[in-house]
């Protein structure tokens, strides 16, 4: 079983920017895919970034192409998500997930292990 624990959450104005991690008990960390997904109240959770065990290959949404970005350190094990000119409509809980795939994966059921959420709220 692996467990996640994210933090780095918080309130923050628009333009600001903001840095999550996820750090996992796995010591098999490094053969994960691991992802970020968001949610909103009502609304199901959408893949956010995704990058794969080797950190070759990296997935991004449309909506924060070119603001965000997924990175890894094996080492730690922890892996980040650098949120850069943030919107109001990036206010979201924020879970990374992992899953036993070298892969990317694009939707929540490819995925295995979840953390429990943080909360990101962008004021404009």
């Known amino acids: 079983q692996v467990q996640l624990v994210e933090s780095g959450g918080g309130l923050v104005q628009a333009g600001g920017s903001l840095r999550l991690s996820c750090t996992a008990s796995e010591r098999t960390f490094s053969r994960l895919g691991l992802g970020w997904f968001r949610q909103t109240p009502g609304k199901e959770r959408v893949l956010v970034a995704a990058i794969t065990f080797s950190r070759i290959n990296t997935y991004y949404a449309d909506s924060v192409k070119g603001r965000f970005t997924i990175s890894r350190d094996n080492a730690k094990p922890t892996v980040y998500l650098q949120m850069n000119s943030l919107k109001p409509e990036d206010t979201a809980v924020y879970y990374c997930?992992?899953?036993?795939?070298?892969?990317?994966?694009?939707?929540?059921?490819?995925?295995?292990?979840w953390g429990q959420g943080t909360q990101v709220t962008v004021s404009s």
């Open positions: 997930a992992a899953r036993r795939n070298y892969g990317l994966g694009y939707s929540d059921v490819e995925y295995d292990y």
